[in-house]
């Protein structure tokens, strides 16, 4: 009996109703996204792309995307449309969202039709950066955040590295268009085959464009030299590249000597260097091979080459040695589709992360990648790289976010 007793006790004691624990979590907060059309005549690049607006219409947002905006990248309305986003006329509409998520930084006319709090992702092109832009969205007391300065988990820039590498590519094939008879070069194929001895490559600077020059470079056969200022910088392209290579540091007479015999140049600076404004003069340059080709990959940060001009469009500048200088900004937008494809990747989670969090806020809190990003967190300047380089006040974006 008293066995039985003890089983009734227990069975009364698990059929007391009790009340049931559950995970409390943040509510979703549903985005509404606008895409404008770039005005700038070279950018054909979008920041999303038809499947990324799927994706994002599936977890419940709107994406409001200018007519014609991805067009030059070979993205229809009408495959937009299908993906689920609406596709609106005017520039004016696009900037009723409550995120502006474009390629170049707004035009004043575009600032103008920006309103407080809301959330602006942008390159950011700080060389060519000038105060009245800077103060003009301050003044609209809006959040900000840099394609530029965004971190991933590891601490790297997932766009800069990125578009590098898209870049790194792109200037060997634009090397060998333009050493090519299609373009009035001097008929010669970028690499090697069996009896003809390869073109020389010369790579000045190690980073991420550098490296995937470099590796599009070996594809091909071609013999490559590699420069940089930092013997670690050389040691990690070898390292991931996987063999040994021909690489100096930046010494002048080294480095003139690889210029001379030298098919083509393909230079690049880490977008964060400080160093001069060039790295080879114009002397080096007068004493290369007729015919020969440079490809300038940082002229927008200041340029590798002492040379006469930017080019604002693919026309290279050609000097009286048949010398083929290429110093075109933003090559990665002469590969639009694959770029566009490259950005949305990064941004279509990040949006997703930003609604799963609740909102810009609390993302910028809880992601250290985010909030380096933010240069103009609730109309206040947060980046001292953008301040230093424009002689504005800033403010460390811990201390605000403590604040608010």
């Not at 003890?6 to 409390?24: D, G, K």
């Not at 333009?178 to 090697?192: D, M, P, Q, R």
């Not at 240069?375 to 403590?402: E, M, Q």
């Amino acid at each position: 009996m008293e066995g039985r007793a003890s089983y009734f006790a227990i069975r009364r004691t698990q059929l007391i109703p009790r009340e049931e624990t559950l995970e409390t979590g943040r509510r979703q907060r549903s985005l509404s996204i606008g895409i404008p059309k770039d005005p700038l005549p070279s950018e054909n690049r979008i920041a999303l792309t038809p499947q990324g607006v799927e994706l994002l219409r599936a977890n419940g947002h709107k994406v409001l995307i200018e007519k014609g905006a991805g067009e030059r990248a070979n993205y229809f309305d009408r495959d937009f449309s299908e993906a689920g986003a609406t596709i609106v006329p005017s520039l004016r509409e696009v900037y009723q969202s409550d995120i502006i998520l474009k390629i170049s930084p707004p035009a004043p006319a575009e600032v103008e039709l920006m309103s407080p709090n809301q959330l602006l992702l942008s390159f950011l092109y700080m060389p060519g950066q000038e105060r009245e832009s800077i103060n003009a969205l301050l003044n609209k007391r809006i959040n900000a955040i840099a394609y530029e300065f965004l971190k991933d988990e590891a601490g790297c820039y997932p766009v800069v590295r990125s578009m590098s590498e898209i870049e790194g590519y792109a200037a060997i094939t634009i090397a060998s268009e333009y050493l090519s008879k299609a373009h009035g070069g001097k008929g010669v194929l970028l690499g090697g085959i069996t009896g003809v001895t390869p073109a020389e490559v010369v790579v000045i600077g190690a980073g991420t464009a550098g490296e995937f020059a470099t590796r599009a470079a070996l594809g091909l056969g071609c013999q490559v030299k590699i420069f940089d200022n930092s013997y670690q910088n050389l040691k990690e392209l070898e390292r991931n590249v996987g063999q040994r290579l021909f690489t100096s540091i930046l010494h002048p007479s080294v480095l003139s000597k690889a210029l001379k015999s030298a098919d083509a140049v393909v230079a690049s600076l880490r977008y964060f260097d400080s160093e001069p404004g060039f790295f080879i003069t114009a002397d080096q340059i007068a004493k290369m091979k007729h015919g020969s080709v440079i490809v300038d990959l940082s002229v927008g940060n200041g340029g590798c080459f002492e040379q006469p001009s930017v080019a604002h469009s693919d026309q290279p500048y050609i000097n009286e040695r048949g010398v083929v200088h290429y110093s075109v900004p933003n090559i990665a937008s002469r590969v639009a589709r694959t770029a566009s494809i490259a950005l949305s990747n990064i941004f279509t989670p990040m949006l997703l992360h930003m609604a799963d969090s609740g909102g810009i806020h609390q993302l910028i809190k809880e992601d250290t990648g985010v909030s380096h990003g933010t240069y103009i967190y609730k109309g206040i300047l947060t980046n001292s790289y953008v301040g230093n380089h424009l002689n504005l006040p800033f403010k460390d974006i811990g201390l605000l976010l403590a604040a608010f």
